[in-house]
């Protein structure tokens, strides 16, 4: 899967050697901006009432945490470790240790003490993910795939629905996004800048999740594979330097902020919690078959789903092989298979979703240059399938999560919708 270069039309997929030695168009420009725009507006349109966000879940605990360290500072991350361990209804909810998102939270509430200011957080943390999407994509790629990609990013209804809301899960998306896209122009460019940001990247998500832990073993592993098949100019050592690195400071970090019977305190609650005691809620909507995240994924954007499909499809039985598109779908198998053994809700992996826009956007130009030779016609037929797939991802954000008004996105939301089940009483699922 990991290989040389694919048969997608030289001016669809070109590396740049150096990357970002070429400026993009100022057409592109002001299309992804326009496209930037326009959904932050969406977004900040749908941003829940004072009514409604759901202050027992997930956005409740975030905002206490936020708030705890925003009233007491830092002794607060440690008042939240406590408050954790001792009180048992906390036990199925998120961990105190997210540090990254708990600080920046509370910088949020130290402007404004109200929980749509986590709303414009997250809002910002998904504008700043399709920044970041461009600037890598136009040097990894080229303009027509970074467009293409950011478009397809920009209106898709998960990504926007989690940015409305006061929950870390766009802070993830961007972080994970950034991970990924760093060790994309790594492996391209082999700048070492890109493997420190990368390793950054990588830091700055173990400090915001801990299920990233779950990621580390797949770049590793394609890091030392393209090393060690493609000659990669970087060495062993600087990879075992990089590891530990990452290990030693999100300790520190972690050990600093908490305390090392603190951290302890709460792994053990937390595995105990786990074992001995087994909420109603995930186990009844956050289980399931491994095939349920494309499952989820066809309810919320089928159009883009089947196209990403394609292009794999297309990809792995074409003979060229480019090492780009081989680590997204590597990484996509990945998730779908390392995941599959925890809980299963689409917002914990949102990664997979960041996937498929980019194999669609590569679907796209694929299907196009490939069967249509004149320039003309070949952008009209891209412009065509580009705005059908955003009318249909609009369409999904907008009958589940502003017309349906689902907050958690689980598949029993979705089908109960769709009317493919019939409907819980009140209050049974969000």
């Given at each position: ?6 048969s ?71 008042e ?6 001792r ?16 600080l920046?939270?509370a ?9 749509e ?16 999407s ?11 795939v ?5 478009l ?61 832990l ?34 030693v ?13 603190n ?45 990403s ?63 249509i ?11 065509s ?13 907008h ?14 939301n ?17």
């Amino acid at each position: 899967m990991f290989g040389a270069f694919s048969s997608l039309p030289p001016d669809a997929l070109r590396v740049r050697g150096a990357p970002g030695s070429a400026q993009p168009r100022r057409s592109h420009l002001a299309i992804a901006f326009a496209a930037v725009v326009l959904s932050a507006i969406i977004i900040q349109h749908n941003f829940p009432g004072p009514a409604g966000y759901f202050t027992s879940a997930d956005e409740g605990f975030y905002y206490r945490y936020a708030a705890s360290v925003h009233s007491q500072g830092w002794s607060g991350l440690k008042e939240n470790a406590d408050e954790f361990v001792r009180n048992t209804s906390w036990h199925v909810f998120p961990l105190p240790t997210r540090l990254l998102s708990t600080l920046t939270n509370a910088c949020a509430l130290a402007v404004a003490d109200s929980y749509e200011s986590l709303s414009v957080m997250s809002l910002i943390w998904f504008t700043l993910l399709l920044i970041i999407s461009w600037h890598y994509l136009c040097r990894i790629w080229s303009e027509d795939v970074a467009l293409t990609a950011v478009l397809l990013l920009a209106f898709s209804p998960l990504l926007m629905a989690l940015a409305t809301h006061a929950l870390i899960d766009s802070l993830s998306s961007l972080l994970i996004g950034w991970a990924l896209l760093s060790f994309l122009a790594f492996l391209v460019g082999e700048d070492r800048r890109d493997f420190i940001t990368f390793s950054v990247a990588i830091a700055l998500n173990l400090l915001n999740r801990e299920s990233t832990l779950l990621l580390c073993p797949f770049f590793l592993g394609a890091l030392l594979y393209v090393k060690h098949h493609r000659q990669l100019r970087i060495s062993y050592r600087s990879i075992s330097l990089a590891v530990t690195a990452i290990t030693v400071a999100v300790g520190l970090i972690m050990l600093s902020a908490y305390g090392l019977q603190n951290l302890s305190n709460v792994a053990r609650t937390f595995y105990e919690a786990q074992i001995q005691h087994h909420d109603a809620y995930p186990m009844a909507f956050n289980n399931g078959p491994w095939y349920r995240y494309l499952l989820d994924l066809l309810l919320l954007s089928p159009l883009t789903l089947l196209l990403s499909l394609f292009y794999c499809g297309h990809y792995l039985l074409s003979r060229a092989r480019d090492l780009r598109v081989g680590v997204l779908i590597s990484l996509f198998c990945y998730v779908l298979l390392v995941f599959a053994l925890t809980y299963k809700n689409i917002r914990y992996v949102t990664v997979l979703d960041i996937e498929v826009r980019l194999l669609a956007a590569l679907g796209i130009l694929q299907l196009t240059g490939s069967r249509i030779t004149a320039v003309r016609p070949r952008k009209l037929a891209a412009w065509s399938i580009v705005l059908l797939l955003i009318a249909s991802d609009v369409r999904g954000f907008h009958r589940y999560f502003v017309t349906g008004k689902i907050y958690d996105p689980v598949s029993y939301n979705f089908l109960e919708i769709e009317r493919f089940i019939p409907s819980l009483p009140p209050g049974s699922a969000q």
